[in-house]
């Protein structure tokens, strides 16, 4: 089945109609003052402590990019992020570099149309918009953009390099998730400078500058996790 295409400002969005699962993909990020985002709830299956945590509870950690996402609203209207990166270089694990993996996580945006219009029907839809969607306009339906924020989600960016650490998606073969939740991420700000885990996220730190944690260096990284017992 093909799916339609629409143009809207800064963003491109493949709209995948109901039959094909209620899925957006976008290439960017639309202008922020067109989302309207609230911080979500962040609760990390794993915690870190030290830096043996890193290797000792993840599946692998990989220098990678960006290459392409989607955004997926789920039956219930929950948005989840899909990404594919691109591994430069393995630090754990068996991944290969010059592979791609996909990673997915909790956070994303959509328009609010297409995530009233993930509902199959009229009421639902209806008492969806009255519940949670109250405070826009029909324009603004049309037009703005909702987000979920999780604690320590950015929005993606084709192109951005990080450090992840990685956790197989229980029943979703193929599929990995961050481990640790925000702690599992060290974003590359400079070339080789990577800001240490924090909870932090694009819509109060827009320069993604680094947290209140610092940076570390690559080299410096890399050593922490080689060297991890």
């Known amino acids: 089945m093909k799916c339609g295409k629409a143009l809207l400002g800064y963003v491109i969005f493949a709209i995948v109609l109901s039959a094909c699962g209620g899925q957006i993909k976008a290439k960017h990020t639309p202008p922020l003052e067109d989302i309207i985002a609230g911080r979500g709830m962040s609760d990390p299956l794993e915690h870190f402590e030290k830096p043996q945590d890193y290797r000792n509870l993840s599946n692998a950690i990989v220098y990678g990019e960006i290459t392409d996402f989607e955004m997926i609203v789920s039956k219930s209207g929950f948005i989840h992020t899909l990404e594919t990166i691109h591994v430069i270089e393995t630090l754990h694990g068996d991944i290969e570099p010059g592979s791609d993996v996909q990673l997915m996580e909790t956070g994303g945006y959509a328009l609010a149309k297409d995530i009233l219009n993930v509902f ?26 909702i987000a979920e924020v999780p604690d320590g989600y950015y929005y993606p960016e084709i192109g951005r390099r990080a450090v992840y650490c990685l956790k197989e998606k229980e029943n979703r073969e193929g599929i990995y998730r961050v481990t640790a939740g925000w702690m599992g991420t060290f974003r590359e700000v400079e070339d080789g400078i990577f800001a240490k885990p924090s909870t932090d996220n694009s819509i109060n730190n827009p320069e993604r500058a680094a947290g209140f944690d610092g940076t570390i260096t690559y080299e410096e990284l890399k050593e922490q996790i080689l060297n991890a017992k």
């Open 120 to 145: 199959s029907d009229e009421l639902t839809r209806k008492v969806y918009r009255e519940n949670f969607m109250s405070y826009l306009s029909d324009e603004e339906i049309e037009t703005k953009y």
